[in-house]
């Protein structure tokens, strides 16, 4: 329906679509993640400020799901929601905007934030 917004009906009506088998395909089998230890998510919260009118997405600046597919969409789609906030989209809400910097929630840490490795026990 958000597509037919924007493009028209014609949108409600494929004649095709392209569907990606990721564990067929021969250039992406995985590489190493850093892993971060448990509740220390929020420690790298600065990665994903976005820089003028450049935004960030990737696996590596995902909430959930670091270092894998469901994690780069996750931070694709968290992106995306902020560009059409700074656009003044009426169709953002808070819900779109949880864990970016729109976030009323929002704290950006103070030079290095060395409270994280006091949940983590480090």
């Known amino acids: 329906m958000d597509l037919a ?3 028209g009906d014609e949108v409600l009506h494929p004649i095709d679509y392209i569907d990606k088998d990721w564990h067929e395909e021969p250039f992406s089998p995985g590489c190493p993640v850093a892993v971060i230890p ?3 998510m929020g420690a790298f919260a ?3 400020e976005p820089f003028s009118l450049i935004h960030f997405a990737g696996t590596e600046s995902a909430t959930l799901w670091t270092g894998y597919m469901s994690g780069a ?3 694709g789609l968290r992106a995306a929601h902020e560009i059409l906030h ?3 989209s009426k169709h953002v809400n808070a819900q779109h905007l949880k864990d970016s910097i729109y976030d009323p929630k929002y704290k950006r840490p103070q030079d290095w ?5 006091s949940k983590s026990k480090l």
């Open 38 to 40: 448990a509740g220390n």
């Open 5 to 7: 917004r924007y493009f």
């Open 46 to 48: 600065h990665i994903r």
């Open 73 to 75: 969409v996750q931070s």
């Open 113 to 117: 934030d060395f409270t994280y490795s």
């Open 86 to 88: 700074n656009f003044k």
